[in-house]
């Protein structure tokens, strides 16, 4: 019984820490955004886009957009093609918000 219990611990902790890990690489993906597309690093005759403003929705489908090349661009496709889809939406997620 005792060994049930300590299973049932080990599951229970591991997806909660799943479930933490998840939050930390949204924002860790996302610290790398901000790389360029933060508002001192443009000018008004850069091609790279502002983030600010931007819905969740609309910052998905941009990425998804260049995940599957239905959106041309020189680096964006290679980037976000090294994410899940569900990584890619939560990232949009927290730049939406932050």
Do not use: W
């Not at 600010?52 to 959106?71: N, T, V």
Request: charged share 25%; with cysteine; proline share 3%.
């Amino acid at each position: 019984m005792k060994r049930i219990c300590y299973v049932a611990v080990a599951l229970v902790a591991s997806g909660l820490i799943s479930i933490a890990h998840a939050e930390i690489d949204a924002r860790a993906i996302a610290f790398n955004c901000r790389n360029c597309h933060t508002e001192s690093s443009l000018d008004s005759k850069s091609s790279i886009p502002s983030l600010k403003d931007l819905s969740a929705q609309r910052i998905r489908q941009a990425l998804l957009d260049f995940k599957y090349d239905k959106k041309p661009a020189t680096l964006m496709p290679r980037l976000a093609k090294g994410y899940s889809d569900a990584e890619l939406a939560a990232v949009a997620e927290y730049l939406s918000r932050n």
